[in-house]
């Protein structure tokens, strides 16, 4: 990657915290010396259950998904088209380590890796950082409380529209059997809602 995309890609983390609440010049330097810009290929994982789960992820551009596996079937848990932090399911307070989820980039992604131990750096030396992380925390609680309503909405129609309602980024990016897993239907039933629909608009 080009020296000058990776300062492209960390200067996008650097806005985003920097929208969030402004910044110090030392929080600045911190973040520029420590973090690792990094290009994924489309389908390849980012993390898996095999790997040290040590970071969190900005994503700048592409399409992520996370899952996890049970009796070998892939469940699709969330989708990023990016501008967003992404990362594998860690318990609070606890050392890193492996995590049942993987993270799989759905396009060609970029992504900016941050490491736990950064953030609790940053937490101790920048009084910035708590405000910051705190509003990302609010973010990540209301898209988390939005997966759980729509999970309970019975109908298999309305889940769909309502993914579509809640996430304005094309999901015909989207494999249908990645996002027929993500909303509790089999792919036939999501193949035949998405064709219905558009039997309407003719």
């Not at 409380?145 to 529209?161: C, F, G, T, V």
Request: hydrophobic share 40%.
């Amino acid at each position: 990657m080009l020296e000058s995309r990776k300062a492209f890609l960390v200067n996008a983390v650097l806005n985003y915290f920097s929208q969030l609440h402004p910044i110090t010049s030392g929080f600045i330097q911190k973040i520029e010396e420590n973090v690792e810009p990094i290009l994924i290929m489309k389908n390849k994982h980012i993390l898996s259950p095999i790997d040290n789960n040590n970071s969190i992820f900005f994503v700048v551009s592409g399409l992520v998904r996370g899952f996890i596996k049970d009796e070998r079937k892939e469940i699709t848990t969330w989708i990023s088209a990016g501008n967003e932090f992404v990362g594998a399911i860690q318990y609070p307070g606890t050392s890193p380590k492996p995590s049942i989820e993987y993270l799989q980039a759905l396009a060609n992604s970029e992504l900016v890796a941050i490491p736990y131990l950064l953030i609790n750096e940053l937490y101790a030396d920048y009084q910035e950082t708590n405000i910051i992380w705190r509003k990302i925390l609010e973010i990540q609680y209301h898209a988390a409380s939005e997966r759980s309503m729509l999970a309970r909405i019975p109908s298999a129609e309305r889940r769909y529209e309502k993914f579509k309602e809640l996430n304005p980024f094309d999901i015909s990016m989207v494999p249908l059997r990645y996002l027929a897993t993500y909303l509790g239907m089999r792919l036939e039933t999501l193949s035949r809602i998405r064709s219905k629909l558009v039997r309407r608009l003719i």
